[in-house]
């Protein structure tokens, strides 16, 4: 009577139980486990074929690829090219190069293409950067996966592609490994580097703080020094970028702030109301201008055939300054403008240039005698016909001018040196 208790008890149990997760299956090892491995039945001195792990590729992007805006990308292969693991850094140009070595080798048709780079790539911000080296990096692994497939994995071309850098040491797949790269690659960075105005600031935060920072904020760091500059000195900027446009070199604007603050950098202007008089309230003349720090003035040097004092313009009346008109710009031409000191005394002036100087000088003398005659000349025959003028009575019976003697030896040591030297020149 006992064991057919028992026996109803275990039957009501699963009848209660339909899904079996709570019956009590049997404690005997199973054999057809055994049977499943690799190996069973076989002697041990038979080969046994292990199954191989398949060939692999994965790219991932560089941890430095965010903040520094370089194109590229950390390459694994598993089992590909007989090398159980590989990694390394490639740049995207890199796989330019695999491509058109594949393509010349074993035809164009046969590899997939690799995905259009975007032309205005330079011209994206940091964060869009970033979305933009993770889809790429996607693109090429899958690109990388199907060149493995189609069984150019042992090709010249692709082993190239391995040994073109040596194998660096493991490095992190994560773009956001530092703070510094996390703050660069986002957007609100623009807007903390716009608040700075002071240049003690930008160099605290851009060069100060931190080396990576420092090495990854040149970009941001520039357009700043450039808002600032143009921020505070308006007619030098537009100066400085006409200057840049004709000889299409790149400006430095760190280096443009720190010479004009020390009063090295000279811009020839327009400067308007001069002096404040009411013989220049409608016109606008012509000066060199330089900035004083100590005095927080422009300094004004007109061009004029007399000397005149230089002028101290506030900065608060930076508005009377202004470069040449965008309309008449393009008349412009900076190739004739004077020699700078440099260029003058530097090291590659020689002998045979002092000497071309030297003969130019002559060539002026010359002329110049030429000119002191006929006005000679002139006052000569104007006090003849004029009696009643004052250079009549100052004319002698010999016909010589009292006033013009010393102009006359002026002119005879003039002569007696310009024939000397030209004697000797010849």
């Known amino acids: 009577m006992g064991v057919q208790e028992s026996r109803l008890r275990v039957e009501d149990r699963q009848a209660a139980d339909p899904d079996g997760k709570w019956c009590v299956g049997d404690l005997t ?9 690799p190996g069973f039945g076989i002697d041990a001195e038979s080969p046994v074929e292990v199954p191989q792990k398949a060939m692999s590729a994965r790219v991932f992007v560089h941890s430095l690829a965010s903040g520094s805006f370089r ?3 950390v390459v694994q292969f598993n089992n590909v090219a007989d090398v159980g693991f590989w990694q390394g850094v490639r740049s995207r140009c890199d796989f330019d190069r695999l491509y058109e070595d594949l393509g010349s080798e074993h035809g164009g048709t046969m590899i997939q293409p690799l995905p259009n780079r975007k032309a205005d790539y330079f011209r994206m911000q940091p964060l869009v950067w ?16 199907a060149v493995i497939q189609a069984g150019f994995g042992r ?3 692709f082993k190239r592609f391995l040994s073109n850098q040596p194998i660096r040491q493991p ?3 994560h773009g956001w490994d530092s703070v510094s790269h996390m703050i660069f690659a986002l957007p609100m960075m623009d807007d903390v580097v716009d608040f ?4 003690l600031d930008i160099v605290r935060l851009c060069e100060l703080s931190s080396n990576t920072i420092f090495q990854n904020g040149k970009l941001f760091c520039a357009k700043q020094w450039e808002r600032m500059y143009a921020e505070r000195w308006p007619a030098f900027h537009e100066a400085q970028c006409h ?7 790149e400006t430095d604007w760190k280096s443009m702030y720190r010479h004009t603050c020390s009063g090295h950098y000279e811009a020839l202007l327009e400067v308007y109301d001069r002096e404040k008089k009411l013989g220049f309230a409608m016109s606008c003349m012509l000066a060199k201008v330089t900035w004083d720090a100590n005095t927080n003035c422009f300094i004004a040097g007109y061009v004029s055939a007399s000397q005149v004092l230089p002028e101290r313009i506030p900065y608060h009346e930076g508005y009377r300054l202004r470069f040449c008109r965008p309309s008449v710009r393009d008349e412009l031409k900076p190739e004739l403008m004077p020699p700078q000191v440099s260029e003058v005394y530097g090291y590659r002036a020689t002998w045979t240039t002092a000497r071309e100087s030297h003969v130019i000088l002559l060539n002026r003398l010359e002329e110049y005698l030429v000119w002191v005659q006929k006005h000679l000349l002139f006052k000569k025959r104007f006090c003849m016909t004029c009696p009643s003028s004052k250079w009549a009575r100052a004319w002698s019976c010999n016909g010589r001018c ?13 002569s007696q040196f310009c024939g000397t030297s030209t004697a000797r020149k010849r």
């Open 196 to 199: 700075l105005e002071e240049p």
């Open 155 to 157: 090709t010249g071309s």
């Open 171 to 173: 490095v992190s797949i």
């Open 71 to 73: 194109d590229e990308f």
């Open 402 to 414: 009292s006033r013009a003697a010393h102009s006359a030896g002026g002119l005879a040591l003039l």
């Open 29 to 37: 090892p199973k054999t057809e486990a055994a049977k499943q491995c």
């Open 130 to 145: 970033s979305v933009y080296m993770h889809e790429s990096g996607t693109f090429l692994e899958n690109w990388l996966n």
């Open 243 to 249: 200057m840049s446009e004709v000889t299409r070199m």
